[in-house]
Each structure stands twice: as C-alpha cells, then as structure tokens.
C-alpha cells in the first residue's frame, strides 16, 4: 500500500494535463498521509533536474514545480517559477497562495483575483482574496466578499476561517474564537484557522494555549512563516532559546533572507550564554508588577485623581518618577492631595522620587514627566490617544507594550528608548520598529 501511494504522488505529478482534478488528487493524498510529502520532495526534485537539462522548459514544467515548491512550503522558489508558467488560472491561484505566505498581500489580492476571472475554483480563490484584502486594511471589502460567498461556501473550512478572522480584525475576539473552532471541526489541519487561535490566545497572555496551536499549525506543510517567527518569540519569552533557534533556523531554510528571522537567530546564540539569576528576576517581577498598577486602582479623591490624569500620571510607577515640588505645581494640588498620594504610596512600600534616587540631577533638573501640562493641538491628542494595536507591532515589539501596560501610543511616547530595552527580549531591532512606526506619525519617543 505504502509504494502505491509514493507511485500516486509521483504519477500525478506527471500527469498530463497537470490540471484542477491533478492538484486535488495531489492534495486528497498528501492529507491522508502526510508522510507523502517527502515523496513530492523527491518528485519535484527529480522535475528540477530533468528539466534542467532541456535548454527550453515549457510554461507547464514551470507549473509543476510551482505547485509542488508552494505545497512544500517553499514560497520564494515557487514563485519564481510560477511567474514562468503563463498567465492561467493555476498559476495565479498558487502565485497568491506563495504572495499570501510571504506577506506581500496586496500581490495576492491581485493573484487571487485574476484566478477568481479565470475560473480556477473561483469560491475558493474570492476567499482567498478576501484574507489578503483583510490584512492590508481592506475589511469591508473582505466582509461584502464573505456576505457574497455564504449561501454557496458557508458550511467550508476556508469560508469560517476568514469570517472568523474578520471578527477578529473587529475586535470581536469570542465570536471569531467560535467561527475559528468551526473551521477547525470541518478540517483538523487548517492552518490559517491554527494560526489565527494561537495569535489569540498569545494577544490574550495565554501562552500555553498560543503554542500548543502554533506547533499544530508547523506540523505539515505548507506552514506559514509567521508560525515560526511566533512560536520562536513564545519560546525566547520561556527561556527556551535552543528551541526558539531552531523555529527561526526552519524559516531561514525557506528564505535565507528573511531579516527578522536572522536578527532573532542572532538574538538565540547571545542569549544562550547569559547567566539567569531566578531569584532576581523573581523579585525584579514583582516590583514590576507593583509599579504597573494604575492610579485609578488606589481610593484617592476626585481632586487628586483628576490632578494625575492631567499631568499624564497613570501608573504607581510614573508616581515613583514624580517629585512633591512638580505635584505642587499643578493646578488644584494641594498639600491634602499630597499627604493622601503619599500615604497610599507607603502602604505599597514605595514613595515619590523613588526612581529619580541616585541619577545625577542638579538643582534645577526635575522629571518632564511630571510638568505641568502644556496646551496639545486636536490632531496630536488624537494621535496620542490612538490604541497601540493600530501600530501593527511584530509580536516581539507588542508583547513588550504589554508587559510595560502601554496602551495608547501617548503612553509609548512617554517611555525612552533606554525603559524599553529594560523590558525582557526587547532588542535594538525591536527599538527601530517602534521608533519607525511612531517616524510615520510624526512621534517620536521621550528624549529621542
């Protein structure tokens, strides 16, 4: 039985023509065992090799390896071969397929849609279109695609997968969450619905959820980049670097390039000869934990409440970084607001200016952070008050703005660059990101 099916994978992809009913067989056994896909490595290799002896290959054999190098995962290759196989609706289907994998999803968009015109299982293509159309921003277009396509692909696992993925996008995580489960009851192995759970479950702080979905998600080809990229962070956040190495390693196997991947690796190798203090960091953890409560947790007064929201105060640790004369300074803040903030601050075993202990400061240096606050145009409060979501941060950079409790992009903006590289597998890469998507806003960071 076993050489029957190696004989099927080889056979299909040589038949003649290599067309709609080829690839489905082609997928039907490479589902039912997924150890055939070694098997389409050695068929693809052996196309490969024949054709390169033939100084003219055909647009067909160019479709054939473009297929087979997109199924194995191999999206780069592909690509460039399907870009020699004719303008038919294969080619484009599985040129998106490559585009959609390689996040270039404004090419896909475009793929998908000719391979909709071509009438190359045009359902499947317009849902396709509709997840690219979904990650460049374009959601009510993918939601109308999505309304046109229910009566004809509602019950799918590619139909609930992108509706789900939309709620997402909408912020209604729960509904995405039952949309997605239904995409997985309809086909285990789905990997779009995989991912889209785990990316969840990490935005939600469920790491162990987030990678049990990741790894199902690299289990059988072709596995979405990110995956990796994903699975690698929740791994360094772990101290698990050998293992978080290797999920970067698998994407370089793919793209040499990828820069993202190659800084983490070498992010990896650094961090496995650190030295790990547990009980430091214990204690670091905690502190931290304390200093990221917000202000409005404590029972202060309206008055002093009100006094902190208007000098941007908003955390016990801000507090930290206050001074009683800049509190003074505030309008309204008296010295019953100020013994009130600083007995609640002595029972967390804290006190103004703690922070400031032991900097240089001359006599008139004081925390900007603290200042009375100065009049802001309409256009830059508005920015300010923008949710770091809207940044569209790597994982990397956005599990930092959690761990730090920065919410709007005013609280980033109030951070230095050196706070940031405080934070726990924050890098210098990392840094550039976040100062490059404030550069777009006209933002910088504190002291920047």
Same mark, same amino acid.
């Given at each position: 039985?076993?050489?029957?099916?190696?004989?099927?994978?080889?056979?299909?992809?040589?038949?003649?023509?290599?067309?709609?009913?080829?690839?489905?067989?082609?997928?039907?056994?490479?589902?039912?065992?997924?150890?055939?896909?070694?098997?389409?490595?050695?068929?693809?290799?052996?196309?490969?090799?024949?054709?390169?002896?033939?100084?003219?290959?055909?647009?067909?054999?160019?479709?054939?390896?473009?297929?087979?190098?997109?199924?194995?995962?191999?999206?780069?290759?592909?690509?460039?071969?399907?870009?020699?196989?004719?303008?038919?609706?294969?080619?484009?289907?599985?040129?998106?397929?490559?585009?959609?994998?390689?996040?270039?999803?404004?090419?896909?968009?475009?793929?998908?849609?000719?391979?909709?015109?071509?009438?190359?299982?045009?359902?499947?293509?317009?849902?396709?279109?509709?997840?690219?159309?979904?990650?460049?921003?374009?959601?009510?277009?993918?939601?109308?695609?999505?309304?046109?396509?229910?009566k004809h692909s509602g019950?799918?696992?590619?139909?609930?997968?992108?509706?789900?993925?939309?709620?997402?996008?909408?912020?209604?995580l729960e509904l995405a969450?039952?949309?997605?489960?239904?995409?997985?009851?309809?086909?285990?192995?789905?990997?779009?619905?995989?991912?889209?759970?785990?990316?969840?479950?990490?935005?939600?702080?469920?790491?162990?959820?987030?990678?049990?979905?990741?790894?199902?998600?690299?289990?059988?080809?072709?596995?979405?980049?990110?995956?990796?990229?994903?699975?690698?962070?929740?791994?360094?956040?772990?101290?698990?670097?050998?293992?978080?190495?290797?999920?970067?390693?698998?994407?370089?196997?793919?793209?040499?390039?990828?820069?993202?991947?190659?800084?983490?690796?070498?992010?990896?190798?650094?961090?496995?000869?650190?030295?790990?203090?547990?009980?430091?960091?214990?204690?670091?953890?905690?502190?931290?934990?304390?200093?990221?409560?917000?202000?409005?947790?404590?029972?202060?007064?309206?008055?002093?409440?009100?006094?902190?929201?208007?000098?941007?105060?908003?955390?016990? &640790?801000? /507090? #930290? $970084?206050?001074?009683?004369?800049? %509190?003074?300074?505030? @309008?309204?803040?008296?010295? +019953? !607001? =100020?013994? *009130?903030?600083?007995?609640?601050?002595?029972?967390?075993?804290?006190?103004?200016?703690?922070?400031?202990?032991?900097?240089?400061?001359?006599?008139?240096?004081?925390?900007?952070?603290?200042?009375?606050?100065?009049?802001?145009?309409?256009?830059?409060?508005?920015?300010?008050?923008?949710?770091?979501?809207?940044?569209?941060?790597?994982?990397?950079?956005?599990?930092?703005?959690?761990?730090?409790?920065?919410?709007?992009? &005013?609280? /980033? #903006? $109030?951070?230095?660059?050196?706070? %940031?590289?405080?934070? @726990?597998?924050?890098?210098? +890469? !990392? =840094?550039? *990101?976040?100062?490059?998507?404030?550069?777009?806003?006209?933002?910088?960071?504190k002291n920047d």
């Amino acid at each position: 039985m076993t050489e029957m099916m190696t004989t099927d994978v080889r056979a299909i992809m040589d038949r003649t023509p290599f067309d709609v009913s080829a690839v489905a067989d082609l997928r039907e056994v490479l589902n039912r065992d997924p150890s055939r896909y070694r098997t389409l490595r050695d068929a693809v290799a052996t196309i490969r090799d024949r054709e390169q002896k033939d100084k003219d290959v055909p647009p067909e054999a160019h479709l054939r390896l473009g297929v087979g190098e997109v199924l194995l995962g191999r999206y780069g290759v592909g690509l460039n071969n399907l870009k020699r196989a004719g303008d038919g609706g294969m080619a484009n289907y599985f040129q998106g397929l490559a585009l959609e994998n390689l996040q270039r999803y404004a090419e896909a968009a475009e793929s998908f849609s000719r391979s909709a015109q071509a009438g190359y299982d045009p359902k499947n293509s317009e849902l396709h279109r509709a997840g690219a159309l979904r990650r460049i921003g374009r959601v009510d277009e993918a939601r109308t695609i999505l309304q046109g396509l229910e009566k004809h692909s509602g019950s799918s696992a590619e139909y609930h997968f992108q509706q789900g993925a939309v709620l997402a996008a909408d912020g209604e995580l729960e509904l995405a969450s039952a949309e997605l489960e239904k995409a997985l009851s309809l086909d285990k192995d789905h990997n779009g619905a995989l991912f889209e759970l785990a990316y969840i479950n990490d935005l939600f702080g469920n790491d162990d959820a987030a990678v049990d979905f990741y790894k199902r998600c690299t289990e059988r080809p072709p596995v979405p980049l990110a995956a990796w990229i994903n699975l690698g962070v929740l791994y360094e956040d772990e101290m698990r670097f050998r293992e978080a190495e290797q999920c970067y390693r698998q994407v370089l196997n793919h793209e040499p390039n990828h820069p993202r991947a190659r800084l983490f690796v070498k992010d990896c190798q650094a961090s496995k000869g650190m030295y790990y203090d547990e009980e430091a960091e214990k204690g670091y953890t905690v502190l931290k934990q304390l200093l990221e409560i917000p202000v409005t947790d404590f029972e202060l007064s309206v008055r002093s409440r009100n006094c902190l929201r208007k000098m941007n105060i908003r955390t016990l &640790g801000d /507090l #930290t $970084r206050t001074t009683e004369i800049a %509190l003074l300074a505030s @309008k309204n803040f008296g010295e +019953t !607001s =100020l013994a *009130e903030i600083k007995e609640m601050m002595q029972s967390k075993g804290v006190r103004l200016g703690m922070a400031l202990e032991g900097s240089e400061r001359g006599p008139t240096t004081h925390d900007h952070r603290a200042e009375p606050p100065q009049e802001i145009p309409p256009e830059v409060q508005a920015l300010l008050s923008k949710p770091i979501s809207e940044l569209s941060l790597s994982v990397r950079a956005r599990k930092c703005m959690s761990k730090l409790n920065l919410q709007s992009v &005013g609280d /980033l #903006t $109030r951070r230095s660059g050196d706070e %940031l590289l405080e934070c @726990k597998n924050f890098g210098v +890469t !990392s =840094l550039n *990101e976040v100062r490059d998507k404030l550069s777009t806003l006209g933002l910088k960071l504190k002291n920047d």
